[in-house]
């Protein structure tokens, strides 16, 4: 998968994610279409899959399986995926690169690579965004620019976040608060990532531009430069100075938590990203020479906790079932499989 290729500072920021947000001229938005109009969108745009090199599929119209795949590669969610609306999916032969077809807007291109590669994920988008421009009459608007469902992705139609993981400034007193802060100045807002059945993600955040109207693209990727460089500076500061002043607890907690999802049987959500969270913390500064650990297990672990459809699809699964399974996938990872 995707997330599962090395990136750049992916021991702090997860992931980075694009998504372009076009609309067809003569329809309204999804929220506001009827079955036909939706049916003609679904036409159009197996249409231009033809000559993208795109393969068209019916999310509406898939198996369990078809949907679990798309959800836990992060391309769609399971309010999309599991909706009676008429929608459909392009895939694309590069990996963490797709279209939505009548989500929020008719079409919602999403392209996502591991860690701090802002440019690589604008790139393949805005590519597959030109050759929709060129094929379809767009929405737009000299004064205000590309037309999208939601004022706040109007102008530019983009958005931009960032998954980071920050073990070391969620420990750090103040440096939360410290850290949002500093964000706004680039007119972009940090906040507390939720898994699907609630729990908050211990030391994950999620952020993502605010500003889309009267800026360029190519301004709000100058922009997340700076924030990455920034966030990346302040947490390793704080997991350094963190793991010199309490090195004792930070070496006990990081060995405590390998034991534990090395050998767990049954794991609730929270707890595994509470553990997973401490080896984040104590990777890079502590002596971890008598675990078989590495980057690669620990933000596949990351990926695999808070990305799960079974999570989501509560009905008719008994909750040790899925901790049972949790458990089985972690411990798979630890040993160094696949838990595909």
Not at 14 to 23: A, E, G
Not at 31 to 47: F, Y
Not at 123 to 136: C, G, H, I, N, T
Not at 258 to 267: D, E, G, K, N, V
Request: hydrophobic share 35%; charged share 25%.
């Amino acid at each position: 998968m995707w997330y599962e290729k090395e990136g750049n500072n992916m021991d702090v920021v997860l992931s980075t994610k694009i998504v372009l947000n076009r609309n067809i001229k003569g329809f309204p938005f999804p929220p506001k279409m009827s079955d036909a109009d939706r049916e003609n969108v679904l036409g159009m745009a197996r249409q231009a899959a033809g000559t993208m090199g795109l393969n068209f599929v019916r999310t509406d119209e898939l198996e369990d399986n078809a949907k679990e795949d798309l959800y836990n590669q992060f391309y769609a969610g399971y309010a999309f995926l599991n909706s009676n609306a008429k929608t459909g999916y392009l895939m694309s032969k590069t990996e963490g690169l797709g279209v939505i077809i009548n989500n929020t807007d008719h079409i919602s291109i999403v392209s996502m690579v591991p860690g701090t590669d802002v440019v690589t994920a604008y790139k393949r988008a805005d590519d597959l965004a030109v050759q929709f421009e060129k094929s379809m009459d767009i929405a737009y608007t000299d004064k205000f620019g590309f037309l999208t469902s939601q004022i706040k992705s109007v102008g530019t139609g983009m958005q931009l976040m960032m998954t980071l993981a920050l073990p070391g400034i969620e420990k750090t007193e103040g440096a939360v608060q410290v850290l949002a802060k500093r964000v706004e100045k680039y007119d972009w807002q940090m906040i507390p990532m939720t898994h699907s059945d609630g729990i908050r993600e211990n030391g994950i955040y999620v952020l993502t531009n605010v500003a889309t109207l009267g800026i360029t693209e190519q301004e709000i990727i100058d922009k997340t430069r700076k924030v990455q460089e920034d966030i990346i500076k302040l947490e390793n500061s704080c997991r350094k100075n963190i793991c010199t002043k309490k090195k004792g607890v930070v070496e006990d907690q990081y060995y405590r938590a390998y034991a534990t999802l090395s050998y767990c049987r049954r794991i609730e959500t929270a707890e595994a990203l509470t553990l997973i969270n401490w080896l984040r913390l104590g990777q890079n500064y502590i002596d971890t020479s008598d675990a078989d650990l590495d980057w690669n297990k620990i933000n596949k672990l990351t990926q695999k906790v808070r990305r799960n459809y079974t999570d989501s699809a509560v009905k008719g699964v008994r909750p040790k079932d899925r901790a049972s399974a949790r458990a089985a996938f972690i411990r798979d990872i630890m040993k160094g499989g696949q838990a595909s």
